[in-house]
Structure formats: structure tokens, C-alpha cells
């Protein structure tokens, strides 16, 4: 927001305050208590994993859920939110916001655990990106500033859920070539493709649209490093991962070998 004077006021709504500290505590009970006992319920092979398995296990149980949530709220904001499409740079924000507070109480969640985890699941990557995102969506949710582009990455988790169950499957113990494997993996480079890779015209010519106009400069140095500079960074590292994903796909469907459905028995596949 502006003051008479121009000057950019830095302002938390207690809105987004709360449903930041609801969605940290959240993803908490998700981990502890909700992840344990739906996993035991639903899937045997869960109770026979080792700790550091089981950690994982539980963090990926969170990061899907929070993906498919954001995820969608993302479809729903790019399709119907008319005032963040007409002014991608300085629209209303106040859906974005919400989402936005979502994501940020999940990643500090997921910074704690990684601390607290370190050994079994931390990774430093994941701490910077974690940090990045949060730097980046300071931005968003004191100023409000560039709410389409904040959102349209955020489109981005929905390829996650296939990621995740990418994992389940190698740590239950299902062959690369099974069915449910094979199924998933075609799942994840297609839908990765078309969030991560096939929208990448769309938004930087949203960008080059907005670069140099009045709005794009009312944006503060600050919130230019962390939209620009980032934005190419990470999708340099999509086509690259975009890249190996499909090498391993296709080596997959060409490798010899029937494509079996795998049983589970004593987390393993038979």
C-alpha cells in the first residue's frame, strides 16, 4: 500500500497473521498425528519402515497435502479472480494473500522439522529454497505486491503429489517396472511438464508486459530481486529437471520386461 507521499507501508493483516500461524499448526498435527494413523490404516508396509523412512514418510504425506490444497486455490485464483488477472503487478491481492499465508505457515513448519530432523531428512537445498520463499512472499503479504506472479508459481505444486508418490512406491519396494510405478511416472513428467515447463510463455509474457510500465516501477528494488532473478533461476533448474525426468521415463518404457501390478507383502512387492 501507498501513502499521499508514495511511500510503500509495510502492513500484516491479522487475517493473514492467523491463517499463517493456523496453517503452521496444521501441518504440525498433519505430521504427528494424522499422517501415522491414516498411513497405518491405509498401508500396511507403513508400520514396517524403518525411523528415518518413517520421517520422510510422514514430511512427504504433508508436502502433498499442502501442494493439492495450494495447488488448486492457485486454478481457482488464475480462472476467476478478475481484479489479480487485469492487474497482475498491484491487483487485489486479498485471495493471494490467503493462499499465499498457507504456503508460508507449511514452509515454516517444514523448516522445523528439518532442523529437528536434520538426519534423517535435512537437506540444505531445501533450507535455502525454504528461506527464498519466504523472503520472496514477505513481499506479497506485507505490500501485496505482484500477486499473479506469486500465484502462478505456486502453480507449480501440483506436480508434487506424483513426486511424492514416486517415493512411496521405492521405499514400499514396487519395481520400477509395475504398473502402478509406471502409471505414476508417466503422470509425474506430464503433469510436471505442464506446470513447471508449458506455462513458462505465459508468465514471462506477463512479465515483459508489465517491465518498464508505472506499476513496475512502483515495485521496490527489494521485491524486483526476489520476483526476476529467482524466477529465471528456478526454471533454468525445471528444464534441466525437466530434462532427466523425461530421459528416465522414456529409458523406462523402452527397457525390456513385462509391466507387472505389484503385491505387497511385508512392504514388499511380489
Given at each position: 500500500?501507498?501513502t499521499?507521499?508514495?511511500?510503500?507501508?509495510?502492513?500484516?493483516?491479522?487475517?493473514?497473521?492467523?491463517?499463517?500461524?493456523?496453517?503452521?499448526?496444521?501441518?504440525?498435527?498433519?505430521?504427528?498425528?494424522?499422517?501415522?494413523?491414516?498411513?497405518?490404516?491405509?498401508?500396511?508396509?507403513?508400520?514396517?519402515?524403518?525411523?528415518?523412512?518413517?520421517i520422510?514418510?510422514?514430511?512427504?504425506?504433508?508436502?502433498?497435502?499442502?501442494?493439492?490444497?495450494?495447488?488448486?486455490?492457485?486454478i481457482?485464483?488464475?480462472?476467476?479472480?478478475?481484479?489479480?488477472?487485469?492487474?497482475?503487478?498491484?491487483?487485489?491481492?486479498?485471495?493471494?494473500?490467503?493462499?499465499?499465508?498457507?504456503?508460508?505457515?507449511?514452509?515454516?513448519?517444514?523448516?522445523?522439522?528439518?532442523?529437528?530432523?536434520?538426519?534423517?531428512?535435512?537437506?540444505?537445498?531445501?533450507?535455502?529454497?525454504?528461506?527464498?520463499?519466504?523472503?520472496?512472499y514477505?513481499?506479497?503479504?506485507?505490500?501485496?505486491?505482484?500477486?499473479?506472479?506469486?500465484?502462478?508459481?505456486?502453480?507449480?505444486?501440483?506436480?508434487?503429489?506424483?513426486?511424492?508418490?514416486?517415493?512411496?512406491?521405492?521405499v514400499?519396494?514396487?519395481?520400477?517396472?509395475?504398473?502402478?510405478?509406471?502409471?505414476?511416472?508417466?503422470?509425474?513428467?506430464?503433469?510436471?511438464?505442464?506446470?513447471?515447463?508449458?506455462?513458462?510463455?505465459m508468465?514471462?509474457?506477463?512479465?515483459?508486459?508489465?517491465?518498464?510500465?508505472?506499476?513496475?516501477?512502483?515495485?521496490?528494488?527489494?521485491?524486483r530481486?526476489?520476483?526476476?532473478?529467482?524466477?529465471?533461476?528456478?526454471?533454468?533448474?525445471?528444464?534441466?529437471?525437466?530434462?532427466?525426468?523425461?530421459?528416465?521415463?522414456?529409458?523406462?518404457?523402452?527397457?525390456?520386461?513385462?509391466?507387472?501390478?505389484?503385491?505387497?507383502?511385508?512392504?514388499?512387492?511380489?
Open positions: 500500500m501507498f499521499k507521499q508514495g511511500v510503500v507501508m509495510e502492513t500484516f493483516s491479522p487475517l493473514v497473521l492467523c491463517i499463517a500461524a493456523a496453517s503452521f499448526v496444521t501441518f504440525q498435527c498433519l505430521y504427528y498425528f494424522v499422517s501415522p494413523w491414516i498411513s497405518a490404516l491405509f498401508c500396511p508396509g507403513y508400520s514396517r519402515l524403518g525411523p528415518r523412512h518413517t520422510e514418510w510422514n514430511s512427504r504425506t504433508v508436502s502433498t497435502v499442502h501442494a493439492m490444497i495450494v495447488g488448486l486455490f492457485c481457482y485464483i488464475l480462472l476467476f479472480d478478475d481484479a489479480v488477472n487485469e492487474d497482475p503487478v498491484w491487483g487485489n491481492p486479498s485471495l493471494v494473500k490467503k493462499n499465499v499465508a498457507i504456503t508460508c505457515g507449511y514452509l515454516l513448519s517444514d523448516m522445523l522439522l528439518l532442523c529437528f530432523y536434520w538426519r534423517a531428512i535435512g537437506d540444505k537445498f531445501f533450507v535455502i529454497h525454504h528461506l527464498a520463499a519466504l523472503y520472496a514477505y513481499y506479497v503479504l506485507s505490500i501485496g505486491m505482484l500477486p499473479y506472479f506469486a500465484n502462478f508459481r505456486l502453480v507449480a505444486e501440483l506436480s508434487t503429489p506424483c513426486v511424492n508418490q514416486r517415493w512411496f512406491f521405492e514400499l519396494g514396487y519395481p520400477k517396472k509395475s504398473f502402478p510405478n509406471m502409471a505414476n511416472g508417466i503422470a509425474m513428467t506430464t503433469s510436471f511438464f505442464m506446470v513447471r515447463i508449458a506455462v513458462m510463455p508468465y514471462y509474457s506477463r512479465m515483459y508486459a508489465v517491465y518498464g510500465t508505472e506499476p513496475f516501477y512502483r515495485v521496490t528494488f527489494g521485491g530481486c526476489a520476483w526476476i532473478g529467482p524466477s529465471f533461476c528456478l526454471d533454468i533448474m525445471n528444464v534441466m529437471w525437466m530434462h532427466k525426468m523425461a530421459r528416465g521415463c522414456i529409458r523406462v518404457l523402452r527397457s525390456p520386461g513385462n509391466v507387472k501390478v505389484g503385491t505387497v507383502q511385508n512392504g514388499k512387492v511380489h
